[in-house]
T-cell receptor
């Protein structure tokens, strides 16, 4: 069966520090991969999605970036965190193609001090 | 761009009462999906609707997709404390990989 791993579960970072969140998927090949951010008590905002290695689409201009160095690995990064980057970051995968359900990781709660 | 509105934002019900959340899109959708997020957890896929006027049931949950494929609803009959959480609808346009999520309806059930 397929599993998705996301770490760390919680992270506290100072303003201006770098960020790297990692997500890996097991049990499937060539998945679509997604990064979402959820502000407290709010909906999910799509940040990036990828349909293949090295292919990244950005939905929201910001100081975050994403990379997909391997088929089942998706990384969210920042060179300098802002206070507004605080939130709950969720990675998700789906089978390739549209109209597919998305399966979420456990998320990373990021607090910027 | 595509917008998905969901109401109400919050709903408090007595255990045993029914609950409904509504979802409206600014554009015609190819499909609509529903997710449930328990407090402190991550969204979990519940169901997908793709046909105009489609109705699907999962035990006490009934999902509907509007005839114009621009709105949807989730109805829970006789709520239980295990139904607590936030329910999200999410829609996508034809051929799109992206889901646009509504802001969710947070359901509280009073025992």
């Amino acid at each position: 069966s397929q599993t998705i791993h996301q770490w760390p579960a919680t992270l506290v970072q100072p303003v201006g520090s770098p960020l790297s969140l990692e997500c890996t998927v097991e049990g499937t090949s060539n998945p679509n991969l997604y990064w979402y951010r959820q502000a407290a008590g709010r909906g999910l905002q799509l940040l990036f999605y990828s349909v293949g290695i090295g292919q990244i689409s950005s939905e929201v201009p910001q100081n975050l970036s994403a990379s997909r160095p391997q088929d089942r690995q998706f990384i969210l990064s920042s060179k300098k965190l802002l206070l507004s980057d605080s939130g709950f970051y969720l990675c998700a995968w789906s089978v390739v193609g549209s109209k597919q359900p998305q399966h979420f990781g456990d998320g990373t709660r990021l607090s910027i001090l | 761009g595509q917008q998905v509105m969901q109401i109400p934002q919050y709903q408090h019900v007595q255990e045993g009462e029914d609950f409904t959340t509504y979802c409206n899109s600014s554009t015609t959708l190819s499909n609509i999906q529903w997710y449930k997020q328990r407090p402190g957890g991550h969204p979990v896929f519940l169901i997908q609707l793709v046909k105009s006027g489609e109705v699907k049931k999962q035990k006490r949950l009934t999902f509907q997709f509007g005839e114009a494929k621009k709105n949807s609803s989730l109805h829970i009959t006789a709520t239980q404390t295990t139904d607590v959480g936030t329910y999200f609808c999410a829609g996508s346009g034809a051929g799109s990989y992206q889901l646009t999520f509504g802001k969710g309806t947070k359901l509280s059930v009073i025992p």
